[in-house]
């Protein structure tokens, strides 16, 4: 059949796409794109950014447990962020560009993830172990202050949060795991958790207590607060339920269908009852507990192990949306008037999902430019670790290690352009732990990561071209789609290849035959030039090719634009 025309290889816009038909491939995807970008420059792969450490490192050898960049007032910020201490006896908080600790955030449980939530110029941070505190950039608040920290529902055992049409939401409630917990709307620059109802009342030895025409049902939720002390038997703060309820007298019980609380001695003061306003997010349907929260216009999203919701505030209840949830609310990114998460709910629908309230859809998987096998690679210990962050035009997860097609890949996370529909994947030195936004002392708007080795670590730094430490190059790699070029007969390749480039620093240009990369792996040479002429020092004979570079950047960005093959003959009637 003889020769048939050059070949240009020259638009790899489409980026990294899996488990896909070689027939079927978009022309202008690559199988693996590894710590390139495909949204730099249209059509070209560009080396990403480097990375460098904000500040120092904090404590050697420890998770972050939780960041974020508290801003407050019109042009304050604070970038915290919660490790162990060096002997791993509890958690502290860092202000990070400070390198100090706030005083009184500096006995938290150790190994405990910590989430914070900032409204009203000020900042809670919750654990799920600790009793919730808040920060208004000068002074740790134990009780009181913005976010009414005396009357927080199911002290100590809440442990996400999220702020929606100007309330706080709270669930994680280990007594109550299908609970969602919301504030009043401010009122003096302070929310409270007790707007549904309040009133006096006097307590009796009897267990029980009186308060005129109280308009309480039965399993009410109450708590009690007092200007002297409580009845002995009950606490400031415990959540109890309504029970033996009449127009003027109550009993209550720490749990739905329990006994009364033993009441001893009527106390001293005067005693108030308040209602907390919460939903139970059907705890009945056996899909686990609330584990995230996320929020696009007109709806919060409810995410449990197995199903999300969504609730316009309006409804009584919240709307299913999807039998699938997530393990890990540190994976929910509200970006762009989206939300993206990942889901392990079962293999067969694992992956990354996106909505914008309605229905979600999948990324990464179940559509032609998918990234399953990556997906399918995250270990199922990972899966609670899984975390991410969003601008207006693209998605990060970290997925932690994974092994694909028999490579062990580390510290990977994986990129999503949404406007390109796009995907690349990245490695770093640590693993990715917890994401954030950081405004810089200069203004600009950043991405941060909390890593496993006791670093913050801003990412993708401008006119930065190596990771953290400085000296530690950048090593990125391609591997096009198998190639036929339109004939299934065995093909020759026995002139040369053509690579033009800018900024490629002695990659290595490599050619895998018939899909064989034990046996039939060619080195083809060494691109080092702006056009890299490589002569082919054996013919290259196959009925299908993959071309691959693999390169390391230190002192700036590797730009492949094009991929010449001048020549190919095709083999007359010879299949192989």
Request: proline letters at 4%; one cysteine or more.
């Amino acid at each position: 059949m003889g020769n048939i025309p050059a070949q240009f290889i020259k638009d790899f816009s489409s980026g990294q796409v899996n488990n896909l038909n070689e027939n079927l491939k978009p022309e202008s995807s690559v199988r693996l794109a590894m710590n390139v970008d495909a949204d730099e420059e249209i059509g070209s792969l560009v080396s990403r950014l480097g990375s460098s450490v904000v500040n120092v490192q904090l404590v050697d050898n420890n998770v972050i447990l939780g960041l974020h960049d508290f801003n407050y007032g019109t042009t304050s910020n604070k970038l915290l962020a919660v490790i162990n201490n060096a002997g791993d006896t509890q958690s502290v908080v860092y202000d990070v560009e400070a390198g100090t600790n706030p005083t009184g955030w500096t006995t938290l449980t150790a190994n405990t993830k910590a989430r914070f939530v900032t409204f009203l110029d000020s900042v809670l941070l919750i654990n799920g172990v600790d009793a919730e505190s808040s920060y208004n950039g000068t002074t740790v608040i134990t009780t009181g202050g913005a976010f009414d920290l005396a009357n927080i529902p199911s002290s100590n055992t809440v442990d996400i949060g999220i702020e929606w049409r100007d309330r706080v939401y709270l669930a994680g409630d280990t007594t109550e795991p299908s609970r969602l917990y919301y504030s009043s709307t401010p009122y003096n620059q302070a929310i409270t958790w007790d707007s549904d109802g309040t009133a006096t009342f006097t307590a009796a030895t009897t267990d029980i207590i009186t308060s005129s025409a109280h308009g309480l049902s039965n399993e009410q939720l109450l708590i009690f607060t007092t200007s002297g002390t409580l009845p002995a038997g009950l606490s400031t703060g415990t959540p109890y339920y309504v029970i033996s309820i009449d127009a003027n007298t109550f009993n209550v019980s720490t749990k739905v269908g329990g006994s009364a609380v033993d009441i001893t001695d009527t106390g001293t003061g005067t005693h108030t009852w308040h209602t907390w306003q919460f939903t139970d997010i059907e705890p009945e349907d056996g899909t686990g507990p609330i584990t995230g929260l996320g929020k696009v216009p007109g709806y919060l999203l409810i995410f449990k192990e197995r199903n999300m919701k969504r609730w316009n505030f309006d409804n009584a209840f919240p709307e299913t949306l999807m039998n699938i949830g997530t393990p890990s609310h540190e994976s929910i990114i509200n970006a762009a008037g989206l939300c993206a998460f990942y889901s392990a709910s079962n293999q067969s629908n694992k992956g990354f999902y996106i909505t914008n309230g309605g229905r979600p859809v999948p990324i990464s998987h179940m559509r032609a430019r998918n990234i399953k096998k990556w997906v399918d690679a995250i270990p199922q210990s990972f899966d609670a670790n899984v975390s991410g962050w969003g601008t207006e035009n693209y998605f990060l997860w970290s997925i932690g290690d994974v092994t694909v097609d028999g490579i062990d890949y580390t510290n990977v996370v994986v990129k999503w352009n949404r406007i390109f529909d796009q995907w690349t994947v990245r490695s770093y030195p640590s693993e990715f732990r917890v994401f954030s936004s950081y405004l810089t002392t200069a203004g600009n708007n950043t991405i941060v990561v909390g890593d496993d080795d006791g670093n913050v670590i801003q990412i993708d730094v401008p006119a930065v071209y190596t990771d953290y430490p400085s000296t530690t190059r950048i090593n990125w790699e391609v591997i096009l789609q198998q190639e036929d070029f339109g004939f299934n007969q065995i093909k020759e390749i026995s002139d040369r290849i053509v690579v033009r480039n800018e900024g490629i620093e002695d990659a290595v240009f490599r050619v895998t035959l018939d899909n064989d990369p034990l046996d039939k792996v060619v080195n083809v040479g060494t691109v080092d030039k702006r056009v890299k002429e490589l002569k082919l020092t054996q013919t290259l004979r196959a009925n299908d090719f993959q071309i691959s570079l693999k390169g390391s950047q230190i002192g700036r960005r590797a730009y492949l634009k094009e991929i010449e093959i001048p020549s190919i003959n095709v083999l007359p009637e010879n299949y192989g």
